[in-house]
């Protein structure tokens, strides 16, 4: 069983910058692929962007160019670097452990954090 545990999040101002962290249990961290989805009020939760065991990153149109998604095998965590927030980007941000699939190509999840919430206002 894997366990993550979010955090980082609070509140900015537009044109501001956060840094959320997920740190999981167990030891075989290195093996999975891992995203951040978030879900705003009145919305669907929506995957951000993930990272593959391999490194490999992928983003949805909205964040890309101000979000980095990282990883850290050592420590056991991952990390979301949101640069140049915006209001859109106000929702509950959640970690997630999973796969790709070899059908689709596409991450899918395994494992929830609780989510942490980021709120951009001025």
């Known amino acids: 069983q894997v366990q993550l545990v979010e955090s980082g999040g609070g509140l900015v101002q537009p044109g501001g910058s956060l840094r959320l962290s997920c740190s999981a249990s167990g030891s075989i961290f290195r093996i999975y692929a891992m995203g951040w989805y978030r879900q705003a009020p009145g919305k669907q939760r929506e995957l951000v962007t993930y990272?593959?065991?391999?490194?490999?990153?992928n983003y949805v149109d909205s964040v890309k160019g101000r979000f980095t998604i990282s990883r850290d095998n050592a420590k056991n965590t991952m990390y979301l670097q949101m640069n140049s927030l915006k209001p859109e980007d106000t929702a509950v941000y959640y970690c997630?452990?999973?796969?790709?699939?070899?059908?689709?190509?596409?991450?899918?999840?395994?494992?929830w954090g609780q989510g942490t919430q980021v709120t951009v206002s001025s």
């Open positions: 997630a452990f999973g796969g790709i699939s070899f059908s689709s190509g596409s991450f899918y999840p395994n494992y």
């Open positions: 990272i593959t065991s391999a490194g490999t990153t």
